[in-house]
């Protein structure tokens, strides 16, 4: 069982930045972060393994960074540029294997977090 616990959301106007911490209970090969809107479906936004392969979902690349720190088994959104439309809630995930087919899908992660709001106004 890998626990996940993120912090740092929080309430931002449009143009704004925020960091995300997610910090699992062990040492896990991908971590990556979905977000889910009222109404909408979970989506990917973006994941990183032990050996620093990115994944990015469009609609963040070029705004969101995601890195991670082994030694800690903590693992940071730094999003920057907000707009309205990246208010949600946000889950950290987690999975142990090497391989995955995209690394930005749901069914791919096996270990989810509680989620943090981020609220992006207008």
């Known amino acids: 069982q890998v626990l996940l616990e993120e912090s740092g959301g929080d309430r931002v106007q449009s143009g704004g930045s925020l960091r995300l911490s997610c910090t699992a209970s062990?040492?896990?090969?991908?971590l990556a972060w979905f977000r889910q809107a009222p109404g909408k479906q979970r989506e990917g936004v973006a994941a990183?393994?032990?050996?620093?392969?990115?994944r990015y979902s469009d609609s963040v690349k070029g705004r969101f960074t995601i890195s991670r720190d082994n030694a800690s088994n903590t693992m940071i959104l730094q999003m920057n540029s907000l707009k309205p439309e990246d208010t949600a809630m946000y889950y950290c995930?987690?999975?142990?294997?090497?391989?995955?087919?995209?690394?930005?899908?749901?069914?791919?992660?096996?270990?989810w977090g509680q989620g943090t709001q981020v609220t992006v106004s207008s």
């Open positions: 062990t040492y896990i090969y991908w």
């Open positions: 990183i393994n032990a050996v620093g392969s990115l």
């Open positions: 995930a987690a999975n142990d294997l090497m391989l995955l087919p995209t690394g930005l899908h749901q069914s791919e992660y096996d270990y």
